[in-house]
């Protein structure tokens, strides 16, 4: 990219600068917009394909969900040049492929004593001679002669539609349609069309057709079940239900869908439901091409819906190519009422009511008590409100009952996955039994490899084993099927592995994506890379707009400090006389450097048996306490392995 002013329509692209304007007034974009449409107009024309694009911009050794930031980057791109994507004047896009910068460029390149070269267009294939980077030193970009002021020519793509117009004009329409194989048409009906392999896939959610809206959580309860069906399936990755929810009611191109999700099929349907009968409709289609492979009808009795689900699964195996899938069930027939009432537990459990799930679990047990899965799920919703502790006699009734239900689920159906993930998940936070903990997630991953949820389990008993190097392994795992709802995930591998320039490159680069999620743990980071503003600044974002601001104004008034005192200040306000979560007050106090008041909330932490403590040896605000007696009394009786 030449240093210098690049021109085109009513813009200028000042590269030196790293602005973009549009006469007098500089427009905003971002960093990684601004480096696309660096790339794109550097091109000259050329097709720079997604996977140039995710190398150039972000690397090829940063995991992340590239395919969503490139939309979003092309986007602000358009909405800053004012670009309608179905008439470009700038960035078109070549479908299935990338993108190209299709406007006229002129260059005025820059010059040692600040004088302007004379305008020259730069055309399409006209690919000027570039100074070697050797002579112009590491950290600035290549420069381009300027070639001689000529008549700007028409790109090739515009001679390509004027040859097209005569010949249409003339009669040719058939010759253009089959010369040029406009939309494969040629391809189509003269070769023979093998089935693509599908090694990827995502069941979009289905669509609730019944006339009672009401029947949402039945929808999604289906699709919920049909995706750990597939992904029992070793040999084919299935999407989590958490990445593909967001899809739910919004109708977009499925090409565009699987390259964010970076799936090469998509499962598609709807579910109606009347009386005692269902209803469902499928389709499987190779997003690449945007073909059709199959599709089929399925009406049955609500008595015979795990066996629908069983053999729906088995035949999308079978169509993708891949050998079929266990059964569902393990030969217990679960009636429809109990089913129900289980299918509604999940939809308000996943919707965060556990008061609500909790009944409707019960419910499905009362109805049917001989129900595994319900018996998980109940404990789950026990757990659930307990990870981050609790006063102590609600703390130990509702872990009791939660280590109850579990044991049961397993004890009814030992080869339930999800019985297992719940019951590792007790032995790693409550019980903290670490080794019993390793041995149920790995047989909850053996009986459903394709589990995003069982690999997060795995990563969190991998980081408290401090295997550091299988935990990064496991955390890109989980990513890979769920790569939506735990964007952080890398980037806490990375920290508590005290890879802190990993760490921040990783999150840095998921917040251009999905900043929500990104700014605790980029705080973290932050921090312990003596990046305190950088810190303060990333955890503000943490708050509501009052609080952000408030706690921005304390820093302004008292820098580091300020903000770290305000934020304890807040904390305790907002909890009055309820709960305090210890871990989170000794995290603060360390930063404050209040070392005693940080061990005294660690033994608090420690008394309530607060299921966070797990973590305690990966945790590096606490890394200044790892000689302290008080707080190797703490590691010894959790039974923590040794720091490395």
């Known amino acids: 990219m030449p240093i210098g002013l690049v021109k085109f329509g009513e813009f200028e692209l000042d590269v030196g600068r790293y602005e973009l304007r549009r006469g007098d007034r500089v427009l905003k974009l971002e960093k990684i917009p601004m480096e696309l449409l660096l790339l794109l107009v550097e091109s000259d024309g050329q097709l720079v394909t997604r996977e140039q694009i995710a190398g150039q911009i972000w690397g090829k050794d940063v995991f992340l969900d590239t395919e969503h930031g490139i939309n979003t980057a092309i986007r602000k791109i358009r909405q800053a040049l004012g670009d309608d994507p179905e008439n470009p004047r700038f960035v078109q896009t070549v479908t299935g492929k990338g993108y190209r910068f299709i406007a006229i460029t002129s260059t005025i390149p820059a010059k ?36 001689p002021a000529t008549t700007a020519k028409p790109r090739a793509g515009q001679v390509a539609r004027l040859a097209g117009l005569a010949l249409i004009a003339c009669g040719g329409i058939a010759a253009v349609v089959f010369g040029l194989n406009v939309r494969g048409v040629r391809t189509r009906l003269f070769t023979s069309s093998p089935r693509q392999p599908i090694h990827s896939l995502a069941v979009l959610p289905l669509e609730n057709l019944s006339a009672d809206p009401e029947q949402e959580y039945f929808a999604d309860g289906m699709t919920d079940e049909l995706i750990t069906m597939l992904a029992k399936n070793s040999e ?33 349907g709807s579910v109606e439901r009347s009386g005692n009968r269902v209803h469902i409709n499928t389709q499987l289609i190779y997003a690449p091409q945007d073909r059709h492979l199959w599709a089929e009808s399925y009406d049955r009795d609500l008595n015979d819906l795990a066996l629908l689900q069983t053999e729906l699964a088995q035949t999308v195996a079978r169509q993708v190519g891949f050998s079929t899938t266990a059964g569902a069930t393990t030969g217990r027939h679960v009636s429809p009422e109990a089913h129900d009432a289980y299918l509604l537990g999940r939809y308000y459990f996943i919707g965060g009511q556990n008061e609500k799930a909790r009944e409707s679990f019960q419910k499905a047990i009362r109805l049917q008590p001989d129900y595994a899965a319900a018996h998980a799920a109940l404990a789950d919703s026990y757990f659930a ?78 980081i408290v084993l401090q295997r550091m190097r299988d935990a990064v392994d496991e955390a890109r795992k989980s990513m890979e099927l769920d790569p939506r709802s735990r964007p952080f995930l890398l980037g806490d591998a990375l920290l508590r592995d005290r890879q802190y320039d990993a760490a921040i490159s990783e999150l840095r680069a998921r917040a251009e994506v999905m900043p929500d999620l990104i700014h605790d743990v980029l705080a973290t980071a932050y921090w312990q890379k003596g990046l305190l503003a950088e810190s303060v600044h990333e955890e503000a974002l943490e708050y509501v707009p009052e609080s952000r601001a408030a706690m921005e104004g304390a820093f302004r008034k008292g820098g580091v400090r300020g903000a770290l005192e305000w934020e304890v200040a807040h904390w305790k306000k907002v909890l009055g006389g309820n709960y305090t979560f210890p871990m989170r007050f000794a995290q603060m106090s360390a930063r404050l450097g209040d070392r005693q008041e940080a061990l005294r909330y660690l033994e608090q932490a420690y008394e309530e048996h607060v299921p966070t403590m797990v973590f305690l040896q990966t945790e590096p605000d606490f890394d200044f306490a790892h000689s302290d007696p008080r707080y190797q009394a703490i590691v010894k009786k959790m039974g923590l392995p040794p720091a490395p």
């Open 112 to 147: 040692g004593n600040g004088s302007a070269a004379t305008t020259a267009p730069v055309s399409a294939g006209e690919r000027p001679e570039v100074t070697p980077s050797s002579e112009l030193g590491s950290d600035t970009r290549l420069v381009a002669p300027v070639a």
């Open 236 to 268: 084919l990755r299935v999407v989590s239900r958490t990445s593909v929810m967001q899809y739910k009611k919004v109708h977009r191109p499925l090409a565009e869908v699987a390259r964010e999700l970076g799936v090469d099929g998509i499962l598609e």
């Open 385 to 462: 409100e307990l990870v981050f502790g609790a006063p102590k006699q609600e703390f130990h009734e509702a872990m009791a009952k939660g280590e109850q239900s579990a044991r049961q689920a397993l004890a009814l159906d030992d080869s339930d996955a999800h019985a297992h993930l719940t019951m590792a998940a007790f032995n790693l936070l409550f019980a903290w039994d670490f080794k019993a903990a390793e041995r149920e997630v790995e047989r909850s991953i053996e009986l459903n490899p394709g589990d995003s949820e069982a690999r997060y389990m795995h990563y969190n008993v991998l």
